[in-house]
């Protein structure tokens, strides 16, 4: 199978940089935060807006609560969680929760970690309506001279399984490397020194591997049985912005932001490029999120984009396979054995080997067709 990305819709509501996106757990929906203060929620599949919530305070981390599709936690500017949900209608409440603006956010079952620069805490989820309880507030990670007077700042939160705890919370800090922890006791349980900024980190499905986003070189996969890093990918990057990093394709892919206006998408296991999703060059792509529907066997991918010129959207991408949608009707029917011939009790031998040879002049003629057309796309 070799998958090539169409654009499907391109949707237009924010005023501002989109920070944001997440699919819901069965990709009926995507959701996207701005810094104009609004959260969107979108149907996939017809590209039309369901929601829009209005607020005074950018939104900037977003996280769907499995596997309903009809809760999600939104991380703001002022500090304040909000907590929306869908049924027939939508309501929000919100929840003071830093003192800082909150950029992370990471849901294990009733469990909810909240990232706000240096600060993080975590939190027994509760049902709507009634007030959170802080079961955690983190200790600052340690320092060394490289880094002492380096301001801490929290990138990342992911819950992983990891051969030193069954659900370590992994905090991504800017300038103080990967920290995992053991929230019951508030211990340390592993430290990976990381020789870069930190922008945003990304855990492999299976907890095997972590996507590095650095502020100034592309990106960089650790593997965390090792603490080695494997793979690095050369992504440009400028103007000081953190890119996002994202794994795809259930892990054996990464999907990478950048500045200059072109999302790219790299196989983990050969470092080879899968794709590039463009928009207009000027374009600075701050905001992915990638999601597989198993049960339509759909690869989809959706990017925030925004533009010197204050044009902002969200572009939703859908997977072609171009080795079954690329081979014309008339190939296809002629791989199929005439009618005359598929009564295969009366068959010949040398009809089987008519038969044959001609099924293999169609592949050879199919293959062709196929390589002319993914060498004139590029």
């Known amino acids: 199978m070799s998958l090539r990305y169409k654009p499907r819709w391109r949707l237009q509501e924010h005023s501002n940089v989109i920070t944001c996106l997440a699919f819901s757990p069965h990709g009926t929906y995507i959701a996207a935060g701005g810094v104009d203060g609004k959260l969107s929620i979108w149907f996939y599949d017809l590209g039309r807006l369901l929601y829009v919530v209005s607020g005074h305070a950018g939104v900037l981390s ?48 009733d469990t909810v970690a909240t990232g706000a620069h240096k600060e993080v805490h975590v939190w027994e989820f509760r049902e709507r309506g009634a007030n959170w309880r802080r ?53 340390i349980l592993h430290f990976i020194s990381v020789k870069t900024l930190v922008a945003s980190t990304s855990l492999s499905p299976r907890h095997q ?15 965390l049985n090792s603490d080695a890093p494997i793979m690095s990918f050369n992504q440009p990057t400028s103007k000081g912005i953190c890119i996002p990093v994202l794994f795809a394709h259930h892990g054996f892919a990464v999907l990478g932001g950048s500045t200059e206006g072109k999302a790219r998408l790299w196989a983990i296991e050969t470092g080879n490029l899968i794709h590039t999703l463009h928009h207009s060059d000027d374009d600075t792509i701050q905001a992915i999120a990638a999601h597989y529907d ?32 690329n081979i014309p009707a008339r190939l296809m029917t002629l791989l199929s054995p005439p009618a005359q011939l598929q009564d295969h009790h009366n068959m010949s031998w040398t009809h089987w080997i008519a038969w044959f040879i001609f099924l293999f002049i169609g592949f050879i003629l199919s293959w062709l067709f196929v390589y002319w057309k993914d060498k004139t796309s590029i």
């Open 62 to 109: 977003l996280s769907w609560i499995g596997p309903s599709e009809q809760s999600l936690l939104c991380g703001l500017q002022d500090g304040t969680v909000l907590s929306v949900e869908i049924d027939q209608s939508l309501t929000a409440t919100g929840y003071f929760a830093h003192q800082y603006p909150v950029e992370c956010i990471s849901i294990s079952g």
């Open 135 to 187: 079961v955690s507030k983190l200790d600052l990670p340690p320092s060394v001279g490289s880094n002492r007077s380096d301001e801490i700042i929290v990138t990342s939160l992911h819950w992983a399984r990891t051969k030193y705890s069954p659900n370590a919370l992994l905090v991504s800090y800017m300038h103080h490397g990967i920290t995992f922890w053991d929230i019951s006791s508030r211990m």
């Open 209 to 223: 591997y972590l996507a590095v986003s650095s502020i100034h070189n592309g990106f960089d996969i650790y593997d």
């Open 294 to 325: 198993a049960s339509g066997d759909r690869f989809m991918i959706a990017t925030g984009s925004h533009s010197p010129n204050d044009k902002h959207y969200i572009q939703l991408w859908h997977a072609q396979d171009i080795y079954r949608d």
